[in-house]
């Protein structure tokens, strides 16, 4: 990280004050994943929104372990060599579903380039699992880009899950600065061989901005996500967490993201969720049920 990167945290303007009580249904979903060894991005990205979710008793479940083979300066996530994965995981996702008796799951992961098919058969896996135990409950599942592997993908295609997300997170200048061993066109490429395994399948994908970004980058970004077959987008303010990670260079005002919305609708997308504490799996379900999937 480059000396101008490790910055003073700014102050966040008055729109990003949320309240967040911790109540039972907080800790027994903490409790529950804590007993089954399971990891949530809610906890380990430091989502904003994570003790609405949990309080809700919602969760964005975070498999194949809870660190990364990737460097994104954006990230909390803890990166290094992780360890062997465990294939009963899926399983214990399953029964924390159950327990829960959750209606909507997004199942997620770290990303593991040190395996060949970058964790595919264990997001399979855990989709089989899941429907095995709980046959109403609809999974989407936010996947790597499994290092640009056709075969990899197809594993979990052909599973069907009900929505097929994979984040870009930032505009095409920016990758090389905040998603290091990442590949814009890559990622965008992944929505359109998904479409070809499955044209009916429903895609997602998400950006975050106040990174640096102009105007017309978002727009282009979210005009190459259309053109590849996406659906649906969700567009969120980026907050470091850290003063070691990228520095926020901009807060977007709500104003803003209403803008942002509206520019993405007339893009083309079926579903636009836009707004300053907006993150990829919050409030997925009824983004889902609102796409007619």
Same mark, same amino acid.
């Given at each position: ?96 579903? =159950? ?6 799951? /997004? &199942?997620?992961?770290? #990303?593991? !380039?040190?395996?060949? %098919? ?121 907050? =470091? ?6 520095? /926020? &260079?901009?807060?977007? #005002?709500? !104003?803003?993201?209403? %803008? ?34």
């Amino acid at each position: 990280m480059s000396k101008s990167a490790k910055h003073k945290m700014e102050r966040k303007p008055e729109w990003f004050k949320i309240n967040t009580p911790l109540g039972t249904n907080y800790r027994k979903v903490k409790n529950l994943m804590s007993s089954l060894s399971l990891h949530t991005v809610c906890q380990e990205a430091n989502c904003p929104n994570r003790a609405e979710c949990f309080g809700e008793k919602t969760a964005t479940f975070l498999i194949l372990g809870d660190i990364c083979t990737r460097g994104c300066t954006f990230c909390n996530v803890k990166r290094g060599k992780p360890a062997s994965y465990d294939r009963e995981e899926p399983q214990r996702v399953a029964r924390a579903v =159950a327990e829960l008796k959750l209606e909507y799951v /997004v &199942v997620t992961s770290v #990303t593991r !380039d040190d395996l060949p %098919d970058g964790g595919a058969q264990i997001f399979a896996d855990t989709i089989q699992s899941i429907r095995k135990q709980n046959p109403e409950c609809k999974v989407e599942v936010l996947i790597p880009d499994f290092k640009g592997s056709r075969e990899a993908l197809q594993i979990v295609v052909n599973t069907f899950p009900d929505v097929l997300n994979h984040n870009i997170e930032t505009i095409e200048r920016l990758y090389g600065t905040v998603r290091k061993g990442a590949d814009y066109s890559r990622s965008v490429q992944l929505f359109q061989n998904a479409k070809e395994m499955n044209p009916k399948i429903l895609t997602k994908s998400g950006i975050m901005v106040g990174l640096g970004e102009k105007w017309e980058e978002i727009k282009k970004a979210l005009t190459d996500l259309n053109q590849a077959g996406v659906q649906l987008v969700t567009i969120g303010q980026y907050l =470091a967490p850290s003063h070691q990670h990228h520095p /926020v &260079v901009k807060f977007y #005002t709500p !104003d803003e993201f209403k %803008d942002l919305e509206k520019m993405a609708v007339e893009i083309g997308f079926d579903g636009v969720v836009s707004g300053p504490l907006i993150r990829s799996s919050y409030k997925a379900s009824q983004m889902y049920r609102k796409s007619d999937g």
